[in-house]
């Protein structure tokens, strides 16, 4: 038995979200299905983090064992020839027995992007999400800062949340504007069910000048999360990167559908990868 690897970027927009569902569609299933056809023998995944309905993904990471010998390359380019175009496996690698793509992690980042201008984009449906208020990102960094650190973030777990613990480690949450871009961008070594999403409903508010900046805090320090913002849409949150120990020697997620050559976003234009 092998164990192995893989890493993928899905448009997470057709989906009911990645784990499997009986009555929709999701990412795990399409995944697991094209893989065993590669394999030819049934193939079950687990992944780094369960993205929710219409969240997409750059850097997920999943493993499966199996008694197939296949390359690499058949792994990868195998699996996309199954897949529908908007999922696709972007490497595979044989990994130790002990791997595990969920506990193995160190820290996940997750970067919610945000289209802040009066008219709303066509061709960014469903990719970012639109604001159309001016928003002051300034007040909106000021206002992450004080996310930053370990705390209890009840204030920022969906109600139907299943984490034992509210208690998470926020190593990074920082705000960047590039032109009418602005991107979120959060990196803890867990997330509560819908925390990033709940927290970019808190900063979009604070950025609309709804709340003063000190508003997080205050947030934060209530633990209630009927005292906060709404829930951000779905369409600007993106998995982007799943850090593990350097021994497992893990490609660094590459070049997306997102992103030039050169680094610099598509769409949204300054954002490094």
Request: charge should be positive; proline fraction near 5%; hydrophobic fraction near 45%.
């Amino acid at each position: 038995m092998t164990r192995i690897a893989v890493g993928l970027e899905y448009q997470g927009t057709r989906y009911a979200g990645w784990q499997s569902q009986r009555s929709a569609e999701t990412v795990q299933v399409l995944a697991e299905g094209a893989l065993g056809k590669v394999a030819a023998e049934a193939v079950s995944l687990v992944c780094a983090g369960r993205t929710d309905a219409g969240v997409h993904a750059r850097g997920q990471v999943a493993h499966f064992d199996t008694t197939a010998s296949r390359s690499m390359r058949a792994w990868t380019l195998g699996t996309n020839s199954e897949l529908p175009r908007d999922i696709s496996i972007s490497w595979a690698r044989p990994v130790p027995a002990h791997f595990h793509a969920r506990y193995c992690a160190e820290a996940r980042t997750y970067r919610y992007l945000i289209f802040n201008r009066a008219s709303r984009s066509a061709l960014l449906a469903h990719r970012a999400t639109w604001i159309h208020r001016p928003l002051d990102a300034g007040h909106m960094a000021q206002a992450a800062a004080a996310l930053e650190g370990e705390h209890d973030f009840s204030a920022f777990r969906a109600a139907g949340c299943q984490g034992k613990s509210p208690i998470r480690r926020m190593e990074r949450l920082t705000v960047t504007r590039r032109g009418d871009w602005l991107a979120i961008e959060a990196t803890a070594n867990a997330f509560l069910h819908h925390m990033v999403r709940n927290i970019a409903g808190l900063l979009i508010r604070i950025g609309k000048g709804d709340a003063p900046p000190d508003w997080a805090a205050q947030v934060l320090a209530g633990r209630d999360r009927r005292l906060s913002a709404a829930t951000a849409p779905a369409d600007g949150l993106y998995l982007w990167h799943v850090r593990y120990p350097a021994a497992f020697a893990l490609p660094v997620a590459p070049q997306c559908l997102l992103c030039e050559g050169d680094g610099t976003a598509i769409i949204a234009p300054g954002f490094p990868t």
